[in-house]
């Protein structure tokens, strides 16, 4: 499918199908304890961050980064046992869900709302795109309604995820004068103080920030009775286990726990175990990648320049409308977006050492078709749901073959298709 005919710096073009594939001042409410503050605060003291856990590479057979187009496989239509409607919510979350175009609910949100609106603990085993935010955000959003006291907090792996999941929230609660604060690291702490000490009912943030926070007394988690962690494997991945135990540690024993995560290492199910009261589990993983994605390969060779690759195909302006371009090291990232700037295409880039700003800007771009490539490490890889994305490239083949299977679905959403090509050697 991805034959070149004008192959830069080459003597011939290479075949990319897979036929060439290798054989093997509101006063009162809120977090802060601080005079005249709000629900969430408490005094400082020191600590660093847990040391992140380095991932171990996988050797994945890359012949699993190819479709089997000649499997025809039979769709299982999931057959919602609820309507929006149906669920015992206040009538005002009711119209905001109506609001938002929401009539039947995705499986995970219509095997667990019900469960959660109970108050029972939820564990549920499910990939991205699949509507866990709202899985969470409703019931938490109902108890807040019927009592202004309730508070929750909502742990998230990266800042992106944090700030989308902030969007729906501030979707769901227009007019009910319901706050919450987004609490993420690369952003000015300062701001985020300031927040807290308002009338605030949901802290919605990365690990290390929150973990930061609490240590200097601007949130107090004792009374806090929701709490939610969304991707919990992502953020073993990233080394943040202890950094999670100990913001759970400060929580009361009678919280109500959401645990969401797409697979259940040993770790994360150890952590279940402790903090979960018989949560009600939810498993909504029905393949490992969608069908809305075709998936092939790119072999390339020592002899081949890479990037003129990458170029041939990009310059295909009917095919590649929207990419996003994964890298493993965050200077690689930045080496690459440079380099296609310089060439003339519209890129930007993401990664850990880009400051909080220049990340939500390069992303906003991208969203709104400003840029029509991004180039990111595995930051982008969860929870992101960016519209329209045509093309997933993985210049470099990612960690581990769940990291692809992230990845690559941020392409293919909803009803749309989508193309993931890997750059083997």
């Known amino acids: 499918m991805y034959n070149n005919t004008k192959q830069k710096g080459l003597n011939r073009a290479p075949n990319y199908s897979s036929r060439n594939k290798p054989h093997s001042s509101r006063s009162g409410g809120g977090f802060s304890g601080r005079s005249g503050g709000s629900r969430f605060s408490s ?78 603990d939820i564990l549920g085993i499910a990939d991205t795109g699949t509507g866990k935010t709202a899985a969470f955000l409703i019931p938490i959003i109902n108890k807040i309604i019927n009592n202004r006291d309730e508070t929750a907090i909502i742990i998230a ?12 929230f501030n979707d769901f609660v227009r007019g009910m004068k319901i706050f919450g604060v987004v609490c993420v690291g690369g952003a000015p702490i300062s701001n985020q103080i300031r927040n807290l000490r308002r009338e605030c009912n949901v802290v919605i943030g990365t690990p290390g920030r929150l973990l930061d926070l609490v240590k200097r007394g601007e949130i107090n988690l004792s009374t806090t009775r929701s709490v939610v962690l969304d ?38 199910e150890k952590l279940i175990e402790r903090f979960a009261t018989d949560p009600v589990k939810v498993m909504v993983k029905t393949r490992e990648t969608s069908k809305n994605v075709e998936q092939d390969v790119i072999r390339v060779n020592r002899d081949m320049n ?78 992101l749901d960016i519209p329209d994305v045509t093309h997933v490239i993985n210049y470099e083949i990612p960690q581990t073959y769940d990291t692809y299977i992230h990845r690559i679905g941020r392409t293919g959403r909803a009803s749309h298709k989508g193309v993931a090509l890997t750059f083997v050697g």
């Open 157 to 168: 792996p990266t800042r992106e995820l944090a700030i989308q999941i902030e969007t729906e």
């Open 231 to 268: 991707e919990a494997d992502r953020m073993l991945d990233m080394g943040f286990i202890n950094d999670i135990t100990f913001l759970l540690e400060k929580t009361p024993i009678d919280r109500q726990g959401f645990f969401f995560s797409a697979t259940l290492p040993k770790p994360i």
């Open 43 to 120: 005094s400082r003291s020191g600590g660093s961050r847990s040391n992140k856990r380095k991932s171990s590479y996988e050797r994945i057979d890359v012949s699993r980064f190819i479709s089997k187009s000649t499997v025809v496989e039979k769709e299982e239509i999931y057959i919602p046992t609820h309507t929006f409607a149906d669920f015992k919510i206040d009538s005002r979350l009711k119209l905001a869900i109506a609001n938002k175009n929401y009539i039947y609910p995705s499986p995970i949100q219509d095997k667990s709302i019900s469960h959660a609106l109970d108050g029972r």
């Open 306 to 383: 890479k990037i003129d690759i990458l170029c041939d195909l990009l310059d295909k302006e009917n095919e590649f409308k929207k990419v996003l371009i994964f890298s493993e090291m965050k200077h690689s990232v930045e080496k690459l977006s440079v380099e296609l700037i310089k060439r003339g295409y519209k890129a930007g880039s993401i990664h850990g050492d880009k400051r909080h700003n220049d990340r939500q800007r390069t992303l906003l771009k991208f969203r709104n078709d400003e840029i029509n490539i991004m180039v990111a490490t595995d930051v982008a890889a969860r929870g």
